[in-house]
């Protein structure tokens, strides 16, 4: 029988994409068995973006989950702003980004936004082990 998902590292408040890193890094390393380094480099990124839009986007503070299942690991971002992410073209020049959103949901085999009928959203993403 499979384990259906272990949840290693429960949703904790982050005010720091750094910190976010790092406590995904530390998540990653006590997986057994471990993940590829390659799909832990994935993780950090799809972490770094979404904690990062959160931050800028989402009221300056959010929640992040990370849970490890079979044949994935999920990221999920928590933040206060109702508004979804949206595919938008990056700016190559005036600096205002556009690349976070496309980049999340080309690393992780699925991407889900839910909303929450109090406010904000959660954003989850399944990286593929």
Not at 25 to 49: G, K, Q, Y
């Amino acid at each position: 029988m499979d384990t259906m998902t272990v949840t290693v590292a429960p949703a904790g408040s982050t005010t720091s994409v750094s910190g976010a890193r790092d406590s995904a890094r530390h998540f990653l390393t006590d997986l057994l068995p471990a993940v590829a380094a390659e799909t832990a480099e994935t993780v950090i990124m799809v972490v770094s973006e979404l904690v990062t839009n959160a931050l800028r986007h989402g009221g300056g503070t959010c929640t992040m989950g990370l849970a490890a299942h079979p044949d994935s690991v999920e990221v999920a971002v928590h933040d206060s702003s109702p508004r979804t992410p949206r595919m938008r073209t990056p700016d190559l020049n005036g600096g205002t980004g556009g690349f976070g959103w496309p980049m999340v949901n080309r690393l992780a085999h699925t991407t889900t936004v839910t909303p929450h009928p109090a406010g904000g959203k959660t954003i989850s993403a399944l990286v593929t082990r």
